[in-house]
């Protein structure tokens, strides 16, 4: 009862609410790309599934994220790991027939939201834990309040990719973006980035624009195969 009459307590939270907006939409995005092409049924499966699961990896994270993110060329890793993620759902067509879609498929989405949300989630969960300053209290509601979060911000992201989809486009580069700024702050780059800030942002950029001519290139590639022959 002393905690909720607490003025910091409520502070706390409303920064980690603040926070879990702003950076649980990356994660949000990559769940709606990775899903879109399932049939409906197993789009709700693969956002329950992804978004529990990551967020039981967030959860362990927590706990190991501070040091992870004090190891060299580990941040590079992860910033490749999202541009080729990027790249991978921008090429997919997203056109294949409902009958044709199995359970591999299920699975490969969940792996693709899985392994994406291990690396997006490392800054999220040191933001929430550096807002929480050790209440345990304050951490395990920022976490709770992230689920709901990522489950309807993917839902709605699905809808809006399906009636808009340049926002499939826009979707992709965030994650090249992401991918490039995660390059940018990895530990082995700390003091040339401290000397030159414009390598966060050139990072970022070049991130989404790597995504965007990488999976526009096998997109190309792959209605070009699927385009007949005009004259034999």
Known sequence: ?????N????????????????L?????????????????????????????????????????????LELSYLQIIGGLLLLYIGAQLLSEDGDEDEGEVEKASLFAAIRTILIADIVMSLDNVIAVAAAAKGNM???????????????????????????????????????GWVGGETIASDVALRE?????????????????????????FFQAKHAAKETPEANV
């Open 1 to 5: 009862m002393e905690m909720i009459q």
């Open 7 to 22: 003025a910091d307590f409520w502070i706390g939270l409303m920064k980690i609410i603040w926070i879990n907006i702003i």
């Open 24 to 68: 649980s939409g990356d994660n949000a995005v990559v769940i709606a790309l990775a899903a879109r092409s399932l049939p409906e049924h197993q789009q709700r499966q693969a956002i329950l599934f992804g978004s529990g699961a990551a967020v039981v990896l967030r959860i362990a994270l927590t706990v190991v994220a501070a040091a992870l």
């Open 137 to 175: 209290t304050l951490l395990i509601l920022g976490l709770a309040i992230s689920i709901p979060m990522v489950i309807f911000g993917s839902a709605i992201m699905i809808k809006l990719m399906t009636r808009f989809p340049i926002i499939v486009t826009f979707g992709a580069c965030l994650i």
């Open 192 to 216: 040339f980035s401290a000397e030159n800030p414009w390598l966060h942002y050139a990072a970022a950029t070049a991130g989404a624009l790597a995504v965007l001519a990488i999976g526009k």
